[in-house]
């Protein structure tokens, strides 16, 4: 394992999208075919499966070092009134655009902090929101919960707006861990916020688990992950910390990488821990993810209707997903857009009643293909081409380069399908690499994503 781990250590993008955002290709898109292609999209599906919606609430008071997600590090919080204000305008300029009222089938709050924000505060934004759309009668909101500050007042306002799923940010218990990426949480305050859930009725507590962290060891892995099993929540992400420190604002120049575990050391930590899941009964799904068979992303996974977009991986798909709020990513299927990421340009855009998006990607009907492919491989573990519509040219070419991982027992590839093995699960964003034709036709001339172990 060790040998394939030095083998097959590069920088490679987790694809939550294809193409991925620095392959978008810019010069061809614009705001009005962003709306076009969107407008035909919802057009396609909104009556027949509804649409998704991802509202990023960008505020914490407390920076972790760990986080490469855009944020606005505050303690004031009566900016949370004038933000909810700029998201309900900006789901009012999409419905202007659309011939019918939107039917919502998954929301998600991501962050930031979603609970920076008072229940009565989140209540009013979903009223915003709901007054513009419904809901369909199988849709599924979710919401990430902040341990420290999650409490039964969150919990209940947002059950009682349909809310039956949470997720919770772990990452790691021991204590110089937790002070190294600035987020010292205690298990008590995990425990009291899981709990909480339960008794409110939540059906999917998820909790997330990262390795290779700084100054993390097997053995913090270990009691953390005991820890987690001991609270049995429906959901476990355990992915690999992604060090990006190039990334303007992030926060991650807060310790040295020598205080970072070796890529040896963290693809044991990952294995040590994906042993103990395994037999606490947690099963495989997809990247880095783990679920009982009693949750959805399991029955999900089984169905094949697992999906994997910018909210990561979810219980069903729909064609159009909006992003709302600052930075945030819509997909049409057809096309990718995101807004600013300056939070007072982005509210002065909507404030003027312009749509906030300063880039994107119109994706060619050769992106749609592989775009396919690299979804079954991150959601199903296998792709195929039994379908002529799935063929594109270069093919043989990525064959080809797939018989390496062939040999070192990662796939098996057939006479038109590709099966990723037991052995080549966490290298599944290497066996996507070979597909991905843009960044193949163009390597970046310097590191754009994290390490793939």
């Known amino acids: 394992m060790c040998t394939l781990i030095s083998k097959y250590n590069v920088a490679g993008p987790r694809y939550t999208s294809y193409p991925t955002v620095p392959y978008w290709d810019q010069d061809q898109f614009s705001l009005k075919m962003w ?6 999209s919802f057009r396609e599906s909104n009556t027949s499966e509804g649409i998704s919606l991802y509202i990023h609430l960008p505020f914490c008071e407390r920076m972790c070092t760990f986080c490469g997600c855009n944020k606005r590090i505050t303690k004031n919080h009566d900016v949370e009134i004038p933000y909810i204000q700029s998201v309900i305008k900006e789901f009012a300029l999409y419905y202007a655009l659309f011939d019918e009222k939107p039917r919502i089938k ?5 962050g930031g902090t979603p609970t920076f924000f008072s229940p009565k505060h989140l209540d009013r934004l979903l009223s915003g929101i709901f007054t513009i759309a419904k809901k369909t ?4 909101l979710s919401f990430e919960g902040h341990p420290n500050n999650t409490t039964k007042e ?13 997720c919770y940010g772990v990452q790691d218990y021991n204590g110089t861990v937790q002070k190294a990426i600035n987020r010292v949480q205690p298990y008590e305050n995990v425990q009291r916020a899981t709990i909480d859930a339960r008794v409110t009725g939540y ?14 060891t097997q053995d913090d892995v270990i009691n953390t992950i005991n820890k987690t099993i001991t609270l049995c929540p429906d959901r476990i992400a355990f992915y690999s910390y992604a060090h990006v420190p190039w990334m303007k604002g992030n926060g991650q120049r807060g310790f040295k990488d020598i205080d970072l575990p070796t890529a040896d050391q963290k693809r044991l930590q990952y294995e040590i821990g994906k042993k103990m899941l395994v037999k606490a009964g947690y099963v495989e799904i997809g990247m880095d993810h783990f679920a009982l068979k009693t949750d959805t992303l399991y ?6 209707s697992i999906h994997r977009n910018f909210m990561g991986y979810t219980a069903s798909k729909t064609q159009v997903m909006i992003g709302l709020g600052v930075s945030a990513i819509s997909d049409s299927w057809y096309s990718f857009a ?15 009643g312009i749509l906030p998006i300063y880039r994107g990607h119109i994706l060619t009907p050769e992106d749609v293909i592989i775009r396919k492919h690299i979804l079954h491989l991150m959601c199903s573990f296998e792709t195929s081409w039994n379908d002529d519509s799935l063929f594109f040219p270069e093919l043989p070419e990525v064959l080809v380069k797939l018989k390496e991982l062939e040999k070192d027992g990662l796939i098996e ?6 099966v990723v093995t037991e052995k080549g699960r966490p290298f599944v964003r290497n066996i996507c690499l070979p597909f991905d034709m843009r960044l193949q036709r163009k390597k970046p001339e310097t590191q754009l994503f994290s390490m793939t172990v």
Do not use: M, W
């Open 137 to 140: 009668e199988d849709c599924e």
């Open 338 to 352: 995101q807004n600013v990421k300056n939070l007072e340009e982005y509210q002065q855009l909507v404030h003027d």
């Open 35 to 40: 709306k076009k292609t969107l407008l035909d």
């Open 413 to 418: 590839i057939g006479s038109k399908k590709i």
């Open 203 to 216: 059906e999917s507590v998820g909790h997330d688990i990262i390795y290779g962290l700084p100054f993390q």
């Open 106 to 110: 998954q929301l998600h709050l991501g």
């Open 299 to 304: 029955r999900a996974q089984r169905a094949r």
């Open 154 to 166: 969150h919990l209940t306002t947002l059950a009682e707006n349909g809310f039956k799923s949470v």
